[in-house]
């Protein structure tokens, strides 16, 4: 008898249960389970009716992830939803949760599903690179035509129980909260109906009705901007078309050689990585389930800019109330009125309701004085990059706020711990740093001081959870993780275009590996006058910070997207940049300038120089403890940066291209570069030598 599904009878109805913590993914032990548990209601004479339910938090959530790339063991799970399928006896799956991936698959075997109103199903298979592997791809679209089916399958997206029932793809809807109850009265209803076994596969009208519509190339063509660099979704295509194209069983066929074409994908291995990167990241060294977590019920932002704006909204969206502070009346009206133009444009779109938009900004309030932070349970400091402003605001925070409150500061590189000795409570001070745009980045770098206590830590690690973002704890440097490698890629990319490449091929380079802007579109965003401002800082320090062409544009209020011109040009009300000759002119200038001869620069050359500089740096950053594992920079990438997942994230991608190729390179430029950042991580050799990976340390 199997531990984690079982067979038991409620009068006629024979009843099987999943119960595999935590989200009943099809593991082989349910997968055989599934099948004995059948069988023996198969033999059972005193059941007339299936019934299959799961225990604990949802319905099952799909195949086991943890089992890809190892050994398929017997049964498969297509062979599991078909023994369901062939049953004699009628069998409704009762879906609470979330019905997902081979789970929605093995209810779509069974001949009738009842949904708790509650509940939501959906084929995310396409979000780990895969497509619907257990028939999937052939029966959801005879329940929803076509057009649907691709929508749901190339999107991953959920549809909500209710939604599920107009498209046919659930019988019921059952507005309890029991999914076993709702299951056994369903059940009963089919018994005492004497009700037959329907089975999806035999539902041919509306494969009949769309065979040869066209909506397979019209869907490719939409997809080809969509899902630009994917692999998956575009065999998903091709393999709920061969539903409409070929009988039943040899749809099964193509959709297995499509889902083994999909599994040995390095994309596949790419964003399974991800999908258990997101939630290990979660998983702070040092921090337990049972570290105390402070309640933030309130919030205060200072700084009613882009940034403070965005930062409160996250909040307000969560309904958690958010004051901002501002020095002046004029800036904190125009905070407030772009806060309720933004939400204003989402409700245009139909994101949201109108209502919502008035529930969110009564929970936004202004004041002028930090009075109105008495009472709050955490404060985030989003003002501009300077310490001696952010020292004083501190210390009147320390002042005027309750004890307990968190102290926290948005900065994007300065020292928390002098920011936190601003302060007589630094163990109440830490660093959340949003990415712009606040309300729509879902990465939050908490970013641990020496001082700062274990129990902030934790809760600052919730309230990502409970803002929607996913946070990732780093230590303390000059741009902790994510800005620290970025910086080192900004100044490569500079020296290349100094050397002779042009904007726009190392541009090119960088998003043709995935990423959706290179480099210099993303200065051209952030704003030329902000790296710029950087240099002349640290020139003035004293440190050497050679010239560059993108000073110059600096210097002529080229200052990005703001100004319409920077490194590119931009059309009035178009954020699309356009190659500017003058800067051509500008850059062969500097170069001459400069005594520079510029010389031909291979897209391979780029590559390794704007990618390598940043896993070296990542591996001192792991070195000396700034992040705890490298799946911690892997999502600070893909979440703060637009990294494409389907590659795992930059340690990762590391890994695969061979931490032996990328060290040989590294010193190589260590050697005709020269430079800090160029200098070999000891951690990088130290792994080369012991033939490790950054993923097995
Ligand atoms: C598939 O089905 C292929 C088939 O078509 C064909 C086969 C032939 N496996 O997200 P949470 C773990 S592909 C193993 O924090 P939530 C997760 O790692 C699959 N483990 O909770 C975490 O573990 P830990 C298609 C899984 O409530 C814990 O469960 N299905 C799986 O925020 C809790 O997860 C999917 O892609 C799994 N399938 O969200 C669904 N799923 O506690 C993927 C979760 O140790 N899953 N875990 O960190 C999800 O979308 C969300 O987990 C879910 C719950 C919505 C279910």
Request: hydrophobic share 40%; charged share 25%; net charge negative.
């Amino acid at each position: 008898m199997s531990e984690v599904v079982t067979y038991n009878r409620e009068g006629n109805i024979g009843v099987i249960t999943v119960d595999y913590p935590p989200v009943n993914a099809l593991s082989h032990s349910v997968r055989s389970g599934l099948v004995a548990a059948l069988e023996q209601g198969q033999l059972d004479s005193e059941a007339k009716v299936l019934l299959l339910v799961c225990e604990g938090r949802t319905f099952i959530a799909g195949a086991d992830i943890r089992e890809f790339g190892k050994p398929m063991q017997e049964p498969g799970l297509p062979a599991v939803v078909r023994h369901f399928e062939d049953s004699e006896k009628p069998v409704i799956a009762a879906i609470h949760g979330t019905a997902l991936g081979g789970g929605l698959e093995t209810a779509l075997g069974c001949h009738y599903r009842v949904a708790l109103s509650s509940a939501k199903v959906g084929l995310p298979e396409v979000k780990l690179g895969l497509l619907p592997g257990a028939g999937g791809t052939q029966r959801l679209p005879r329940l929803t035509g076509a057009q649907k089916a691709l929508e749901m399958i190339t999107s991953g997206e959920f549809v909500g129980a209710k939604d599920a029932l107009a498209l046919g793809i659930v019988d019921a809807v059952d507005e309890g909260g029991d999914a076993r109850a709702a299951g056994l009265v369903f059940a009963q209803k089919i018994a005492d109906e004497g009700k037959p076994v329907r089975r999806v596969r035999d539902v041919t009208d509306k494969i009949e009705a769309e065979k040869g519509s066209d909506v397979f190339s019209q869907f490719r063509a939409g997809l080809e901007k969509k899902a630009r660099g994917l692999f998956s979704p575009f065999k998903c295509v091709d393999a709920v078309e061969a539903a409409f194209n070929l009988p039943f069983d040899e749809g099964m066929k193509r959709e297995r050689e499509l889902f083994m074409e999909c599994m040995e994908s390095p994309q596949r291995a790419g964003l399974v990585h991800a999908f258990f990167a997101e939630r290990e990241v979660s998983k702070v060294k040092g921090l337990s389930k049972d570290t105390p977590v402070r309640d933030v019920k309130s919030v205060g932002v200072i700084g009613a800019g882009t940034m403070g704006g965005g930062i409160a909204m996250n909040f307000a969206n969560a309904g958690i109330p958010a004051t901002i502070v501002e020095v002046k009346q004029e800036a904190l009206d125009k905070g407030l009125g772009i806060i309720r133009k933004n939400y204003e444009n989402s409700a245009k779109k139909g994101r949201i309701t109108q209502q919502q938009v008035e529930e969110r900004m009564a929970l936004i309030n202004g004041s002028l004085t930090y009075d109105a932070f008495r009472d709050v349970d955490l404060v985030i400091e989003a003002v501009f990059e300077n310490m001696a402003i952010k020292k004083e605001i501190f210390a009147k925070l320390d002042g005027v706020c309750k004890p307990g409150a968190i102290l926290a500061s948005n900065t994007s590189t300065l020292d928390i711990d002098e920011i936190a000795s601003a302060t007589k409570r630094p163990e109440d001070v830490v660093g959340m740093h949003f990415f712009s745009p606040a309300n729509v980045m879902k990465l939050l770098e908490n970013v641990r001081g020496t001082h700062t206590s274990d129990e902030v830590k934790a809760t600052v690690m919730a309230v990502a959870k409970k803002i929607r973002k996913v946070g990732v704890m780093v230590g303390n440097c000059h741009g902790f993780v994510g800005n620290r490698m970025l910086h080192k890629r900004g100044a490569e990319a500079m020296s290349l275009v100094n050397e002779g490449a042009t904007p726009q091929q190392v541009d090119k380079v960088l998003t043709d590996l995935g990423y959706p802007m290179g480099q210099f579109a993303m200065s051209d965003l952030a704003g030329i006058d902000v790296g710029y401002r950087i240099r002349e800082e640290r020139r003035n320090a004293g440190e050497d910070v050679a010239p560059s062409w993108m000073d110059k544009l600096a210097e002529q209020n080229r200052l990005g997207q703001k100004t319409m011109a920077g490194v590119y040009k931009y059309e009035e009300g178009s954020r699309k940049p356009i190659p500017d000759p003058e800067v051509d002119q500008l850059i062969a200038d500097f170069r001459e300038e400069q005594g520079i001869t510029p010389r031909e620069i291979t897209d391979q050359e780029i590559l390794e120089r704007c990618m390598y500089v940043m896993i070296n740096e990542g591996a001192k950053i792991l070195e000396e403890g700034i992040a705890d594992r490298a799946l911690d920079i892997d999502i600070v990438w893909i979440y703060g940066y637009g990294f494409p997942a389907y590659r795992g994230g930059p340690m990762f991608w590391a890994d695969q291209i061979g931490l032996d190729t990328i060290l040989n390179a590294v010193e190589k430029y260590h050697d005709d570069i020269g430079g800090e950042q160029w200098k070999p991580s000891a951690l990088l050799k130290k792994l080369v030598a012991e033939g490790k990976t950054f993923g097995k340390l």
